[in-house]
């Protein structure tokens, strides 16, 4: 019996030793393929690294490349706008480059493009001293359409106002002028008359306003007049303003006009009035 132990006690300490060296060599493969597994993510993590590497810089040279065009464009983009600003004709005249907008300036030394025809030329509907069909009864729309709002607050208000001229073609100025030089000598229609192309009225944003009871009064005088006064005071409420000013002569280059209305809209008219300046003034186109 006791040997029979021994036996059973010497084959389970074999088995076991077998098994214990099995284990470790079990384990030293299991490690080996563990470390071939960290060194295998490792390579591939590397890989990965280098790819996302070559990636950036891929994407810095592009961007590089896309500021520099950008860069470029703009720089285009200015030279030609500043080009555009100082196009002059052959006179050195500025030719506006935005002949349509309602804050153009035009006068000697700005002048509207060859052939420009305001698009949108409507009759206000207001009392007018020239007949049916006149063209000088025509605005731009949007000037006709305060020329109506000025008139009716002027009526509510007891001020009786006529409309004596409003749209000149390029054509119809140079007669006017011309016919002020015969008349009058070059300085004197310099001074009130516009050469063609350079007039305010070309631009269907202005109207001569009278009174009704004395139309033929467009003279310094005018503002002499209650209708004078109201609209000196009051132009601004539509969007207008007195585009030639008392006492801004060496600024307009025009002699003070108290009838000559200028469309502007009501809020830069409203800052030019309280600030009592002139449109070049306030745009910052004349140099002391």
Not at 74 to 85: D, H, L, N, Q, S
Not at 202 to 230: C, K, N, Y
Request: glycine share 6%.
């Amino acid at each position: 019996m006791l040997n029979r132990n021994k036996k059973w006690l010497i084959s389970g300490s074999f088995i076991f030793v077998v098994l214990i060296a099995g284990c470790e060599q079990l384990g030293i493969d299991w490690n080996s393929n563990s470390n071939n597994e960290q060194e295998n993510q490792q390579i591939e993590e590397s890989v990965n690294n280098e790819e996302t590497l070559n990636r950036e810089v891929e994407q810095d040279e592009n961007n590089e490349v896309s500021r520099e065009e950008t860069d470029t464009n703009k720089e285009e983009t200015e030279e030609e706008a500043i080009e555009t600003v100082l196009q002059r004709d052959e006179n050195g005249l500025v030719i506006v480059p935005n002949p349509e907008s309602i804050e153009v300036i035009v006068n000697k030394e700005r002048r509207l493009p060859e052939g420009y025809e305001p698009p949108d030329l409507v009759e206000p509907d207001v009392e007018f001293h020239a007949g049916e069909g006149d063209p000088k009864r025509q605005m731009r729309q949007e000037a006709a359409h305060a020329l109506e709002e000025l008139f009716a607050i002027a009526e509510k208000e007891g001020i009786e106002l006529v409309a004596v001229s409003g749209y000149r073609s390029y054509n119809r100025q140079e007669v006017i002028y011309n016919n002020s030089v015969e008349k009058n000598g070059e300085e004197h229609a310099n001074q009130y008359s516009a050469k063609p192309g350079t007039s305010e009225h070309q631009t269907g944003l202005a109207m001569d306003v009278a009174s009704s009871q004395r139309v033929s009064v467009l003279e310094p005088s005018f503002i002499d007049t209650d209708e004078g006064q109201w609209l000196d005071e009051n132009a601004h409420r539509a969007g207008f303003i007195i585009r030639y000013p008392d006492g801004k002569e060496n600024i307009t280059g025009y002699n003070y006009e108290p009838w000559h209305l200028r469309y502007v809209g009501k809020e830069l008219a409203t800052e030019i009035y309280k600030q009592q300046l002139t449109l070049e003034e306030f745009f910052g186109l004349f140099n002391e």
